[in-house]
């Protein structure tokens, strides 16, 4: 699976909105781009995906730049339950392609009251 | 609760001893995966079974590791004369073949401590 490279952390008030970039420069067309979010003491959960179009959640928004050569993770409004490392993962959609994730070291969310 | 359940959640045992994690994934779900997480580190991937077929494993699968999953169902990894080096979170994910994008669940994880 292409890289994806992420700030290590960022921080956030309370009921503020937080974006979340993601850059993958060497995406290709069937890569899937996913986002996984890890709260303390937690495995990872699934937060988002998408391929070419921006796609809304209940948890969140993705934005896919035109060139998907880059992706934005949108907290509307973030609490403190969003404190969490957030993953970044390209995954090619393709059949017969590897079925697991490949996590770096995300970005840490820090959510100030 | 129908999620991924993993047990122990906690295991301390001493170097050279043999331990035995229990994955029970999602009852529907056909795929099943192990993946180790260190301290500060993002998880790696392990192992993955379709069914009870063990398709890939990663090459931090050592000699020592050996995963299995009988029926299909639930899945145990096993690893023998643990070494300090072990000390790790092993986390349990499953996901469904009917979903183009396999989105996995993950299960809450068994920290491993080998004194």
């Known amino acids: 699976d292409a890289k994806t490279t992420q700030p290590n952390s960022m921080e956030s008030n309370e009921e503020e909105p937080v974006h979340l970039p993601c850059n993958h420069s060497t995406i290709s067309g069937t890569d899937y781009i996913h986002w996984y979010r890890q709260l303390p003491s937690q495995g990872p959960e699934y937060v988002i995906h998408?391929?070419?179009s921006n796609v809304n959640n209940r948890m969140a928004s993705l934005a896919i730049a035109e060139d998907r050569k880059s992706s934005t993770l949108i907290l509307h409004r973030a609490t403190l339950r969003d404190a969490a490392v957030y993953y970044c993962i390209l995954r090619d959609g393709s059949s017969g392609s590897a079925r697991q994730l490949t996590f770096g070291s995300g970005t840490q969310l820090t959510v100030l009251p | 609760d129908t999620g991924v359940s993993q047990d122990p959640r906690h295991k301390i045992t001493k170097r050279g001893q043999n331990v035995t994690f229990r994955c029970d994934p999602i009852?529907?779900?056909?795929?099943l995966y192990w993946y180790r997480q260190t301290l500060g580190q993002g998880p790696e991937f392990l192992t993955y079974f379709q069914n009870e077929a063990q398709l890939e494993k990663s090459r931090l699968l050592s000699d020592r590791f050996s995963a299995e999953r009988p029926k299909g169902s639930f899945s145990t990894l096993e690893i023998q004369r643990t070494e300090q080096g072990d000390s790790a979170m092993y986390l349990c994910?499953?996901?469904?073949?009917?979903?183009?994008?396999?989105?996995?669940?993950f299960g809450p994880g068994t920290r491993l401590t080998v004194l």
């Open positions: 998408g391929l070419t």
């Open positions: 009852s529907e779900h056909n795929r």
């Open positions: 994910a499953s996901s469904s073949k009917s979903t183009s994008t396999d989105t996995q669940y």
